[in-house]
Each structure stands twice: as C-alpha cells, then as structure tokens.
C-alpha cells in the first residue's frame, strides 16, 4: 500500500520562504509522476507544482510560477516544494500526491495517492 507522509509547514511572514517534504513508501518511487495541491477554507482543492518521473518536466500554476520550485529525489524516495516570496494568499493546506503514470499531471483526478496534508500560513 502506498503511503505519502508529509512534513514541513507552519508558520511564516509574508515574503518569507518554507519548504515541504513528502516520503513515499509501499512501491517504487520513480517511475511514477507526483505533484503538488493546496486548499484553502471554503475553497476547492487546487493545483500547485507537478514533477514527472525523473524529475526533467515541471510545471506549476500561474500563481506559484517562478516562486516555488518542485524537485524529488528519488533515491531518497522523496519529493520536496521549496517555496520562496510566500504571499498570505499562499496560506492553505497543502497537499501531496502520486500518480499511477510516469508523466506530469494538472488534474486533481489524475492522482491516486495523497498525502495527510500540511498547514502554511503566511502572514502579512
């Protein structure tokens, strides 16, 4: 059974940076594509930063590109999100998640594992 554990989070100022971790356990980590979500209260879940197998295609939402980075380590079995210029509108629970493909993936069905999520609050 695949098990994602996330760590990482908390609190921090606006413009400040964090970074999340998420460790994958019950099955081979690299062949498969995983990516980032986050949810704020009364919002859908949304979708942040996806990373493919090897780690060589990224993509992110218009609203975290060119401040966050996705990257994984798959001899670590471990996929991270560095976040950087943190905005308050960044402040949600941020999930990770994988998938059963090798490739990038936007679409929150797309993905059949996730993570127990994380807090961020970004104050102003």
């Known amino acids: 059974q695949v098990q994602l554990v996330q760590s990482g989070g908390g609190l921090v100022q606006a413009g400040g940076s964090l970074r999340l971790s998420c460790a994958s356990s019950g099955r081979t980590f690299s062949p498969y594509g995983m990516g980032w979500f986050r949810q704020a209260p009364g919002k859908e879940r949304e979708f942040v930063a996806t990373?493919?197998?090897?780690?060589?295609?990224?993509d992110y939402a218009d609203s975290t590109k060119g401040r966050f980075t996705i990257s994984r380590d798959n001899a670590k079995s471990t996929m991270y999100l560095q976040m950087n210029s943190l905005k308050p509108e960044d402040t949600a629970i941020y999930y990770c998640?994988?998938?059963?493909?090798?490739?990038?993936?936007?679409?929150?069905?797309?993905?059949?594992?996730w993570g127990q999520g994380t807090q961020v609050t970004v104050s102003s």
């Open positions: 998640a994988a998938t059963d493909t090798y490739t990038t993936a936007r679409d929150v069905d797309e993905y059949a594992y």
């Open positions: 990373i493919n197998w090897s780690g060589g295609s990224t």
